[in-house]
């Protein structure tokens, strides 16, 4: 929902009705993830997507259902071999919606998470519709039972979104909870050409992009327009100050022992998702030694990407760029990193079969 926020609190500024359609739950091959929202207003202006075009026209009309009824909506859209006309996503997977009407009883609840700039989660019950949003202290919107909250808090600490069917002092209930959090970091060290593109693609990919340099001369604003923050620090140094998680990138491009060396020994050690360096095989095989020499252990050696990329026999800044976001998302992902037509199995691993989300009494629910 994150990715269309501008437009509905343009939406909640004017006052304008609208119905949100959510995907609450993916099978097999889906085009979009858990959490992809498509908004449509009272005016029949749409924003967002859910399906790249497969069943969007299907969603428009029960956004517009919503709008006048005001009641919530569960669909689950598959592939129908036996009609060739019904609406289905023709990539074989199945996606489940929850669309809903906002309205001012729960619109405090999307505001927060639109508007809040720390971790927040969206809670909604996939019954009622009611809405509430917590962060790490507060709550705003309707009120849920202390089961559900304490589940949300759980799940946002780890950033998890998804279905939760739960035990409450009411009866069971099943809850939407969509965690928000800050963009992922990706920090690049070294101030050269190959940095400016690789921020470029970092920020493509939704990183918040750190270029870090200890020469001030090639650190600028200037050369990386595409970056959100241009530091001038030694690489070291800064990383083992700045704030880091299991998500962060760091792409270490100086190929200069000096800087590569006391950095790598800093950022092997840390918790982070990837950590790759640029370089020969000459320079890597170079590296490797010098940082066994200060005791840095195999199985932290084990953890570096180098070279860095991917073998996409790329020439140019922009190619190498390619080749390392490449790597980078087969490592956050499990990916082969081998052509999709030379493998088997599914395209999309990090999926949850439609099969296992529960769906309350009440609420309507086919399969087209």
Known sequence: MRDIAAQLLEWHVAQQDYAIATIIGIGGSAPRPVGAALAVNSGGTVVGSISGGCVEGAVYELCRESLHTGEPIRETFGYSDSDAFAVGLTCGGTIEVFVQQVTPVNCAAFEAILRSEEPVALVRDLKSGAAMALGSWWTVGESFDNTVVAEARAMLDVGATGVRTLGCDTGETTVFVESAVPPPRMIVFGAIDFAAAVARIGKFLGYHVTVCDARPVFATRARFPDADEVVVAWPHTYLARTPVDARTVLCVLTHDA???????????????????????RRTHDDRLARLRAIGVMEAELARLRSPIGLDLGGRTPEETAVSIAAEIVAVRRSGSGVPLGASGGPIHRDTVPISDLSIPDGLKVSTK
């Open 258 to 280: 000096k800087f590569d060396v006391p950095l790598l020994e800093v950022a092997l050690r840390m918790p982070v998702a990837f950590v790759g360096a640029m370089g020969s």
